[in-house]
């Protein structure tokens, strides 16, 4: 196929994939191919509902698989001190295992020649034609603002980062892991050893442990130098629109989105935990930035399934009750 989208989810984020597939639905068009990638093999819902949609697939091959896992685990294994801290962690082979098979979009074998991955906490909110007709010009396209925070993407206090980007760079071509559009082949397997030779060389000191994926996409991108183009940069301030949840000026028209006049691209969800949304599904009256847009696209299909709250509504954010806090100091377990 020539154009497709693609997500990454597990049951876990089962409910944030029907919002995000019945967005794309809704929004984008009913034909647009999508392929969900498994984050993991805890995917009995996730194929169910995949199952029910004629223009959705599931990724997963395990050679695809095993490929790019392979690589990132090369990836941290050139790291100074990654593996072993994570070890001490108890964490098994590197942190968020599953994170790395976004990648698998990239693959030469991949379904979809061009592609938007989108991670499965946004939602479309309008046709991304003019995403994909910018692949015609460069390999590589975003839509958001993390340039303005680099600390969530590199070690910023590596002597080795302004060896190796120009601080031009860092300030204008970081992006943020949860939407972008390229193509498959751009990492083929030749350059995919010349990026683990130059991390061996000690370069693996400019990434940032706590976002692994975001680190290293970014990372490759960069340093292999691929054309990248970032709609926030070059829109005119006028028309460019925001992404984040944690924006609180958006105006919802019709269960879509706008910023000053203009129409989001997607919403993005980010430090929004999964277990919220499932505890929002499952009844509990907790609000949270655009929650009435998320019950809108994950029950588009399903009104009657909608939670219908009794209770009054407690800020996700909320400070924790006396009791929480009690138990916490006795050091007992509180769901949270």
Same mark, same amino acid.
């Given at each position: 196929m020539?154009?497709?989208?693609?997500t990454?989810?597990?049951?876990?984020?089962?409910?944030q994939?029907?919002?995000?597939?019945?967005?794309?639905?809704?929004?984008?068009?009913?034909?647009?191919?999508?392929?969900?990638?498994?984050?993991?093999?805890?995917?009995?819902?996730?194929?169910?509902?995949?199952?029910?949609?004629?223009?959705?697939?599931l990724?997963?091959?395990?050679?695809?698989?095993?490929?790019?896992?392979?690589?990132?685990l090369?990836?941290?294994?050139?790291?100074?001190?990654?593996?072993?801290?994570?070890q001490?962690?108890?964490? &098994?082979?590197?942190?968020?295992?599953?994170?790395?098979?976004r990648?698998?979009?990239?693959?030469?074998?991949?379904?979809?020649? &061009?592609?938007?991955?989108?991670?499965a906490?946004?939602?479309?909110?309008?046709?991304?034609?003019?995403?994909?007709?910018?692949?015609?010009?460069h390999d590589?396209?975003?839509?958001?603002?993390q340039?303005?925070?680099p600390?969530?993407?590199?070690?910023?206090k590596?002597?080795?980062?302004?060896?190796?980007?120009?601080?031009?760079?860092?300030?204008?071509?970081?992006?943020?892991?949860?939407?972008y559009?390229?193509?498959r082949?751009i990492?083929?397997?030749?350059?995919?050893?010349?990026l683990?030779?130059?991390?061996?060389?000690g370069?693996?000191?400019?990434?940032?442990? @706590?976002?692994?994926?975001?680190?290293?996409?970014?990372?490759?991108?960069?340093? @292999?130098?691929?054309?990248? !183009?970032?709609?926030?940069?070059?829109?005119p301030?006028s &028309?460019?629109?925001?992404?984040?949840?944690?924006?609180?000026?958006?105006?919802?028209?019709?269960?879509v989105?706008?910023?000053?006049?203009?129409?989001?691209t997607?919403?993005? !969800?980010?430090?929004?935990? !999964?277990?919220?949304?499932?505890r929002?599904?499952?009844?509990?009256n907790?609000?949270?930035p655009?929650?009435?847009?998320?019950?809108?696209?994950? !029950?588009?299909?399903?009104?009657e399934?909608?939670?219908?709250f009794?209770?009054?509504a407690?800020?996700?954010?909320?400070?924790?009750?006396?009791?929480?806090?009690?138990?916490r100091k006795?050091?007992?377990k509180?769901?949270?």
């Amino acid at each position: 196929m020539k154009n497709g989208i693609y997500t990454l989810a597990n049951d876990l984020v089962y409910n944030q994939l029907v919002a995000l597939l019945n967005s794309i639905e809704v929004n984008a068009g009913a034909g647009v191919p999508v392929c969900v990638i498994a984050y993991n093999d805890q995917v009995d819902k996730v194929r169910r509902e995949v199952a029910s949609r004629k223009n959705v697939t599931l990724l997963e091959d395990p050679d695809i698989f095993a490929r790019w896992e392979e690589f990132s685990l090369q990836v941290w294994q050139s790291h100074p001190t990654a593996i072993q801290t994570w070890q001490e962690r108890g964490i &098994k082979k590197f942190y968020r295992v599953g994170e790395n098979r976004r990648y698998c979009a990239f693959d030469s074998d991949s379904i979809f020649e &061009k592609f938007i991955y989108l991670d499965a906490d946004t939602l479309v909110m309008q046709p991304l034609d003019f995403i994909f007709e910018q692949l015609d010009h460069h390999d590589f396209v975003v839509y958001d603002f993390q340039y303005k925070d680099p600390a969530h993407i590199y070690n910023l206090k590596s002597p080795k980062l302004l060896e190796i980007f120009s601080q031009q760079q860092i300030n204008s071509e970081i992006f943020c892991s949860g939407f972008y559009a390229s193509r498959r082949g751009i990492f083929p397997p030749e350059q995919r050893d010349w990026l683990l030779t130059k991390l061996n060389e000690g370069e693996s000191d400019v990434l940032y442990m @706590a976002a692994p994926n975001q680190s290293v996409l970014n990372y490759m991108r960069m340093r @292999a130098n691929i054309s990248f !183009y970032n709609f926030s940069l070059n829109l005119p301030a006028s &028309k460019a629109t925001g992404c984040c949840v944690t924006s609180p000026q958006f105006e919802n028209r019709n269960n879509v989105l706008y910023d000053q006049g203009n129409r989001l691209t997607y919403l993005h !969800y980010i430090g929004l935990s !999964y277990k919220l949304f499932n505890r929002v599904c499952d009844g509990e009256n907790i609000d949270f930035p655009y929650r009435d847009i998320f019950l809108h696209y994950r !029950y588009l299909h399903e009104p009657e399934q909608r939670p219908q709250f009794a209770t009054k509504a407690r800020a996700y954010n909320a400070p924790p009750s006396l009791r929480t806090r009690v138990l916490r100091k006795l050091g007992l377990k509180v769901e949270v």
